[in-house]
Structures are given as C-alpha cells and as structure tokens.
C-alpha cells in the first residue's frame, strides 16, 4: 500500500466497479488502483457488502426461475481484486501482472514517437488499456476527451497544468479536461492510461498520425 495517494477513484466509478458495470479495460485500472491503495479498498469493501445485503434482502421475492442460475452467472463475471502474491514475481501489481501474464521488464513495447512507448492490452472494446513509457520531460501531446481516459501512475510521476500524480495517484479526465501531462521528476513514467474513445489530438499533425498510434 502506498501512504502518499493523493488521486482517487471516484465513488461512482468504484460502485459500477462493485456491481459489475465497468468496460473491462476501467476493471483493470481501478483494480490495480484498489490493490495500491487502503482508502479505495475500504470503500469498495463497503459497496460490495451493501450490494451483498440486497442480495440478501431481496431473498423474499418471488423470482423467475432462472434467477438465481443468473445471479451465478452475474457473481462469476464480477471483477475480481486478487489478494494474494501474484506467481509471476513482478514489479507490477497483482491485479495488472494476472491479467497481462508478465512483469514489467518483459513487456513488448511499440515506440510511438518522441520516445514515448506503449503495449495496448488484450480488452473487449469499449475501452482501451494500454501501458505507456513516457522518457523524463516529455509529454503526451496536447489533447481532450470524448469520454473518460483513466491514467494510474506505475512508477516514476507526471504533472499536467494544475497537478502533480506521483505512483499509485490515477487521473480521471473527460470531456472538460484539456492537459499536457509530463513525465516529471527526472525519470520515465510508466503508467497504465484507459480510455474511453479515442483522444481528440488538437493539432492537425497529431489527428494525421494519430490512426497509426491506436490512440
Ligand atoms: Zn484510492
Ligand atoms: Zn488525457
């Protein structure tokens, strides 16, 4: 657990985490966040028990007859945050190790100009996951959002215009967000940046080249 994790995952993203209703490229960033952090896993651990005492409450009701074959079904496609070690001895966290099947230093990166790298992960398609390496000082060009785009730092930090997410901090952005995040302090930034629909890169180079990047 890392002490200093100013960012957050917002409550209504943890409670569609809980229930079930996150595009699995998000499942995957806000578990390895939970695995990271006591604050959001203790508000998780709070939703997931109130959506059990529903559950249980509603235990009265007359039900169709594939209710409860569907409950199964429902609990089995819930996101799981592992709690033990992972086998893979990784420097990622667990839940990002389990699901990429690999540690950091075995990742097959695609550089993607200015020295910036990334590995998209295996998701269905709402949504995309991908890891980035972002060399010291330099940015992800200028660009807004269509939808939500999640950033978990993995190690090292970055800073946009207004804040600064150290390891384990994770940015949510949207539509209202317009920022050049830079990999500060120094050193690469890793991270793991979800998002929702592809970025709107504001100047034309970037549009251009942008089908060829897959972001
Ligand atoms: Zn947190
Ligand atoms: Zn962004």
């Not at 940046?193 to 180079?205: D, G, I, N, S, Y």
Request: glycine share 6%; hydrophobic share 40%; net charge negative.
């Amino acid at each position: 657990m890392i002490d200093s994790i100013k960012h957050h995952v917002s409550d209504d993203l943890l409670m569609a985490y809980s229930t079930g209703n996150l595009p699995e490229a998000f499942s995957i960033a806000v578990a390895t966040h939970v695995s990271m952090c006591d604050i959001c896993r203790s508000t998780l651990e709070s939703f997931n028990a109130v959506g059990g005492a529903l559950l249980e409450n509603n235990s009265t009701v007359a039900m169709s007859d594939n209710a409860f074959a569907r409950t199964l079904d429902k609990i089995k496609s819930m996101p799981v945050v592992p709690d033990k070690p992972t086998k893979i001895q990784s420097d990622l966290p667990a839940p990002l190790t389990d699901y990429i099947g690999r540690s950091l230093a075995q990742i097959n990166w695609q550089p993607i100009g200015m020295g910036v790298k990334q590995s998209i992960l295996t998701t269905s398609t709402e949504a995309t996951a991908r890891l980035l390496y972002i060399p010291p000082g330099t940015e992800v060009p200028d660009h807004s959002h269509d939808g939500i785009e999640m950033t978990l730092v993995l190690d090292g930090a970055f800073a946009d215009e207004n804040e600064y997410f150290a390891k384990g901090d994770i940015e949510i952005a949207d539509g209202s967000t317009n920022h050049t995040p830079v990999a500060t302090d120094g050193r690469p930034c890793i991270c793991l940046a979800v998002t929702e629909a592809p970025l709107k890169f504001r100047k034309v180079f970037h549009r251009l080249i942008q089908p060829l990047m897959r972001i």
